[in-house]
């Protein structure tokens, strides 16, 4: 009965994970291997068997045991670049994804806006102008026909573009004389005052004038992230938010007690203060029931492509003049790369135009020189078999002749497939006939030796992998559009997509040895769906259920798509 199922649920973070036996279903134990049918006992948290079903009973007498008969078992999958504090709080905020046009997104806001205290912030996230009529920017004017009464904020759907109303122009005194930072930029009208979006850098003009959010606040969302995530079949999120150290104390705490229904692999920021706080703490690499991991420090090179933030080598070609923004000057992130490499810590650079992702490179590439010139430091690391593994996020954009640095180098392309198929209405007008050879382009990359992982930039795009999935086997919106997918010569196998989200996000994140696998001694994590995307036709992969989720041996969440039963 389903009462099984979340009976276990309740004991998850309970001590150690009591014995199961999962049986009848289809199992997947690699992306390398056939599918068989197989039994799975668990202990304490990992797999101790794998194989018939007779003899995984004689070794389970003390298990609990459900059947799953008729559902695919895979190894759990993760997510390698999600947001979660970003997704929790999207949660709490209007949702401007998929708005008409800005006085539809305005009128989604001001609803929000109804049900706040006087005076406070209405904020909202995910709009985008490229699916708007003319494809213009939003102004400050929209907002306050709206929201004339309250300062408002809205986040572009990628987060690297904000915008405001006239009241949050003047908490924040941006005015027309105001200075574009460096690495961000103030739109203006012809007038010459600020319409009011602020890309990149030019978004933390706001940071004083927005109300900070308290530890509590920042728990509750992390949960709530988490939960969704769960529920559709992820066991771990590697987390791309640059926590500062006090939000970095909140999840050791969420961790401490238990009530972390994921794995975490966090990312910290790269600010000086917080560096010399990672460094001096060290790396910790969680393992068991201690479901955070915390080794990672992410930058940024450029900005977003849709908010023209991304750095190119030549001008926009919609725009001739503009080749975007470095968000980090390179002589910065030389000297990050170089802090990482010598202290140990994985670093991920965001890059998206081809002059971010040459930059990015170039960074690891003078560290990795750096790093061999110096004294070798005997520093071991759990599951460091001596690779830095430093990684670039989303190398959306890469100059031909770059594309083969990444395997040459050992740098991983974190890559998100449904940026692709976001993306195709308008990418090829950004950047030109020629540059888009070089773009998206996952099969050149891992056909240039580079180690791929796959993730989603959630809340940019859904937290659902197997629309990761299915963009990266069809290049195809939901619709099936286009006819054979866009640039299909850059399409993965099943696979190879399988992989991104399971053994790839295991070696991204140094755990192949423990994840991405199911075998004896690797970690009981689980994602069960109710049919194969491995054999689905591709336009129902995007709606297959998830069954249930097993994080640490405990089945964490049973989503009632299909009812385990007991095992007789």
Same mark, same amino acid.
């Given at each position: 009965?389903?009462?099984?199922?979340?009976?276990?649920?309740?004991?998850?973070?309970?001590?150690?994970?009591?014995?199961?036996?999962?049986?009848?279903?289809?199992?997947?134990?690699?992306?390398?291997?056939?599918?068989?049918?197989?039994?799975?006992?668990? #202990?304490?948290?990992?797999?101790?068997?794998?194989?018939?079903?007779?003899?995984?009973?004689?070794?389970?007498?003390?298990?609990? %045991?459900?059947?799953?008969?008729?559902?695919?078992?895979?190894?759990?999958?993760?997510?390698?670049?999600?947001?979660?504090?970003?997704?929790?709080?999207?949660?709490? *905020?209007?949702?401007?994804?998929?708005?008409?046009?800005?006085?539809?997104?305005?009128?989604? *806001?001001?609803?929000?806006?109804?049900?706040?205290?006087?005076?406070?912030?209405?904020?909202?996230?995910?709009?985008?102008?490229?699916?708007?009529?003319?494809?213009?920017?939003?102004?400050?004017?929209?907002?306050?026909?709206?929201?004339?009464?309250?300062?408002?904020?809205? #986040?572009?759907?990628? /987060?690297?573009?904000?915008?405001?109303?006239?009241?949050?122009?003047?908490?924040?005194? *941006?005015?027309?004389?105001?200075?574009?930072?460096?690495? /961000?930029?103030?739109?203006?009208?012809?007038?010459?005052?600020?319409?009011?979006?602020?890309?990149?850098?030019?978004?933390?003009?706001?940071?004083?004038?927005?109300?900070?959010?308290?530890?509590?606040?920042?728990?509750?969302?992390?949960?709530? $992230?988490?939960?969704?995530?769960?529920?559709?079949?992820?066991?771990?999120? +590697?987390?791309? %938010?640059?926590?500062?150290?006090?939000?970095?104390?909140?999840?050791?705490?969420?961790?401490?007690?238990?009530?972390?229904?994921?794995?975490?692999?966090?990312?910290?920021?790269?600010?000086?203060?917080?560096?010399?706080?990672?460094?001096?703490?060290?790396?910790?690499?969680?393992?068991?029931?201690?479901?955070?991991?915390?080794?990672?420090?992410?930058?940024?090179?450029?900005?977003?492509?849709?908010? #023209?933030?991304?750095?190119?080598?030549?001008?926009?070609?919609?725009?001739?003049?503009?080749?975007?923004?470095?968000?980090? =000057?390179?002589?910065?992130?030389?000297?990050? $790369?170089?802090?990482?490499?010598?202290?140990?810590?994985?670093?991920?650079?965001?890059?998206?135009?081809?002059?971010?992702?040459?930059?990015?490179?170039?960074?690891?590439?003078?560290?990795? /020189?750096?790093?061999?010139?110096?004294?070798?430091?005997?520093?071991?690391?759990?599951?460091?078999?001596?690779?830095?593994?430093?990684?670039?996020?989303?190398?959306?954009?890469?100059?031909?002749?770059?594309?083969?640095?990444?395997?040459?180098?050992?740098?991983?392309?974190?890559? +998100?497939?449904?940026?692709?198929?976001?993306?195709?209405?308008?990418?090829?007008?950004?950047?030109? =006939?020629?540059?888009?050879?070089?773009?998206?382009?996952?099969?050149?990359?891992?056909?240039?030796?580079?180690?791929?992982?796959?993730?989603?930039?959630?809340?940019?795009?859904?937290?659902?992998?197997?629309?990761?999935?299915?963009?990266?086997?069809?290049?195809?919106?939901?619709?099936?559009?286009?006819?054979?997918?866009?640039?299909?010569?850059?399409?993965?196998?099943?696979?190879?997509?399988?992989?991104?989200?399971?053994?790839?996000?295991?070696?991204?994140?140094?755990?192949?040895?423990?994840?991405?696998?199911?075998?004896?001694?690797?970690?009981?994590?689980?994602?069960?769906?109710?049919?194969?995307?491995?054999?689905?036709?591709?336009?129902?992969?995007?709606?297959?259920?998830?069954?249930?989720?097993?994080?640490?041996?405990?089945?964490?969440?049973?989503?009632?798509? #299909?009812?385990?039963?007991?095992?007789?």
């Amino acid at each position: 009965m389903l009462a099984l199922a979340i009976g276990l649920l309740t004991l998850a973070g309970a001590g150690p994970a009591p014995p199961l036996l999962l049986e009848g279903a289809t199992v997947y134990r690699s992306a390398q291997e056939e599918p068989v049918k197989a039994s799975i006992l668990m #202990r304490d948290g990992k797999i101790a068997f794998v194989g018939d079903a007779g003899a995984a009973r004689r070794l389970a007498s003390d298990a609990k %045991s459900v059947n799953f008969s008729g559902a695919f078992v895979f190894p759990g999958w993760a997510d390698s670049h999600g947001h979660l504090l970003g997704l929790g709080k999207s949660l709490e *905020i209007a949702n401007l994804r998929g708005a008409a046009d800005a006085v539809d997104a305005a009128t989604r *806001i001001r609803a929000l806006a109804r049900t706040l205290p006087a005076g406070a912030w209405a904020e909202g996230r995910g709009w985008d102008q490229n699916l708007w009529p003319g494809r213009d920017f939003p102004d400050a004017r929209d907002l306050d026909a709206a929201i004339p009464d309250r300062p408002v904020a809205a #986040r572009r759907v990628d /987060g690297h573009a904000l915008w405001v109303n006239s009241r949050a122009l003047a908490a924040a005194g *941006i005015r027309k004389e105001t200075p574009d930072p460096s690495g /961000g930029r103030i739109l203006h009208r012809a007038d010459g005052t600020p319409s009011g979006v602020l890309v990149d850098n030019a978004m933390d003009l706001l940071d004083s004038a927005i109300p900070a959010s308290k530890p509590e606040d920042f728990a509750r969302r992390i949960l709530a $992230a988490a939960r969704a995530c769960v529920a559709l079949g992820l066991t771990q999120v +590697q987390d791309a %938010s640059a926590y500062a150290p006090e939000e970095v104390a909140v999840l050791e705490g969420l961790a401490a007690r238990h009530e972390l229904p994921l794995r975490i692999y966090a990312t910290v920021s790269a600010e000086p203060g917080a560096l010399e706080t990672a460094f001096r703490k060290g790396v910790r690499v969680g393992r068991g029931d201690d479901f955070l991991t915390v080794r990672a420090i992410k930058t940024y090179a450029d900005g977003a492509l849709g908010s #023209r933030g991304a750095a190119l080598l030549s001008d926009y070609s919609d725009e001739p003049g503009k080749r975007g923004l470095l968000v980090t =000057p390179p002589e910065r992130l030389d000297e990050i $790369a170089r802090q990482a490499r010598a202290n140990r810590w994985q670093l991920w650079i965001h890059a998206i135009g081809d002059r971010g992702n040459r930059v990015a490179l170039d960074a690891l590439h003078k560290a990795a /020189g750096q790093a061999a010139a110096a004294p070798a430091v005997p520093r071991p690391l759990p599951s460091d078999p001596g690779a830095h593994r430093q990684r670039i996020e989303h190398a959306q954009v890469v100059a031909l002749d770059d594309i083969p640095r990444f395997g040459r180098e050992g740098v991983i392309a974190s890559i +998100q497939p449904t940026h692709a198929t976001s993306d195709m209405p308008w990418a090829e007008a950004r950047v030109g =006939p020629e540059r888009i050879r070089g773009a998206y382009a996952w099969r050149s990359l891992k056909n240039g030796g580079a180690h791929l992982a796959g993730g989603s930039d959630f809340p940019v795009e859904s937290e659902n992998p197997l629309l990761g999935f299915y963009a990266a086997i069809t290049r195809q919106d939901l619709a099936g559009r286009p006819a054979g997918g866009w640039r299909p010569e850059e399409r993965l196998t099943r696979r190879e997509a399988l992989a991104l989200f399971t053994s790839d996000a295991a070696y991204a994140a140094f755990e192949e040895g423990v994840r991405g696998r199911i075998a004896p001694g690797f970690a009981a994590d689980l994602t069960v769906f109710a049919a194969d995307p491995m054999t689905a036709p591709e336009k129902e992969i995007p709606r297959i259920a998830t069954v249930a989720t097993v994080v640490g041996g405990r089945i964490v969440v049973v989503t009632g798509a #299909r009812r385990p039963e007991p095992s007789p």
